[in-house]
């Protein structure tokens, strides 16, 4: 089974609490706090392997987290940080946050990597909070939660030739005459159930290697859903020359041919604009042979290049290696990939203090970068680390907006994930 959609969870790892301890040693009164901060979660990256041509490695398995960082001990003494996890992908990969729909990336060259998951920073330990007027203080943070998304990897194969015709034109036919491939061939429709690659030798001086990619065979309507057909349009995207493989014992192979330009077209556009080549096969055939001067003819008037061939008897394809050599660009240019090196997108995310407020039946909800981070590394537990919580609430304005929004003590509020109970600071707090 050929993989290239799949949905995975990611977990980058979370930072490692900080420390809260105190420095206890002969002859050294009032040592003072020397808890060390946590280390950094391990973070989830995505990097193109040139060994991969289909998503398999996510055929059973489908969660990944990454290693936790250590938390920080006494004597200032820093947590390990947590080992970033690296899945390879094929070339081709593109990668979408469910979540939000957007692209993330899209990964082209080989060792181009992108980080989907960003692993929790490390909690601070106690002697960062120490002051003038405070010099003991039990307060260390929490280390913070790694990133968690949802993903879908969607892959569009990277050939430089992409087979395309109604089922049964001959396309596995003609990449078994071509390459070494070996695909499942059978005298009815909907014998390739899944793409297939290829390595064509043009058999010139250059040396040239070009990779041909056979699609599943396209049926009208292709575009919008319907057929085999459809979930494999989006492999010939990246392809530098389309082969439009037409039968020519058919009854109406100029008709055939046009179904497949408009589901093309219907699918992208941009397809058309590709360097294409028609190739009409079965001229081995009585009825193809008596049809090839007609459909010479509406392509020249067409103005778009054919050669006629028989890929089942090797007739016209040293013609076809030819023109699919002059297509191709040189030995220089075909060793760059055929579209720029795909894509990494960088989203600056807002560091700042704002936050939203809204009320429902299940209490107040608050969200805010600066906040949700605040309270996932705040140790409830600990009276010293609980107070200081509510003191970044009045800070940050939180406290204010709450009351203004008609909160009452023993209301529920929601930051982030975390559920709360209000309770109001004491005057002179």
Known sequence: MF????????????????????????????????????????????R????????????????????????????????KAGRDLVLDVPPGTAVIDLATGQLIADLVAVGQEVMVARGGRGGLGNTHFATS????????????????KELRLELRLIADVGLVGLPNAGKSTLLAALTAARPKVAPYPFTTLEPNLGVLDLGLEDGRRPTIADVPGLIEGASAGAGLGHA????????????????GAASDPVRDHEVIRDELEAHDPALLEKPQLT??????????????PDFEAAMRRERLPAVAISADTGEGLADLRAA?????????????????????IHRIEAAG???TLERDDEGYHVRGK????????????????AERFQRDLARLGIDTALRRAGVRPGDTVHIGSTELEWEPLEDGE
């Open 324 to 344: 699919v050599g002059e297509l191709l660009p040189d030995a220089a240019g075909l060793a760059e990939p055929p579209e720029p090196a795909g894509v990494v």
């Open 279 to 292: 190739v009409f096969n079965k001229l081995d055939l009585p009825a193809a042979r008596a049809s090839w």
């Open 232 to 247: 494999f349009l989006r492999h010939v995207e990246r392809t530098r020359v389309l082969l439009h493989i037409v039968d």
């Open 133 to 148: 007027t405070h010099q003991a203080p039990r307060h260390a943070q929490k280390g913070e939660p790694g990133e968690q």
């Open 353 to 355: 203090d704002g936050f």
């Open 48 to 79: 193109v392997d040139a060994g991969q041509t289909a998503l398999h490695d996510f055929r059973y398995k489908h969660h990944f987290t990454a290693e936790a960082g250590g938390a920080g001990a006494r004597q200032k003494m820093h947590g």
């Open 3 to 46: 993989l290239d959609d799949v949905r995975i969870f990611v977990r980058a790892g979370a930072g490692g609490d900080g420390a809260a301890t105190m420095r206890r040693e002969a002859h050294v009164p009032r040592g003072g706090p020397d808890g060390g901060d946590g280390g950094r979660g391990g973070s989830i990256h995505l």
């Open 370 to 385: 600066r906040i949700e981070r605040l309270v996932a590394q705040t140790n409830f537990d600990n009276e010293e680390s």
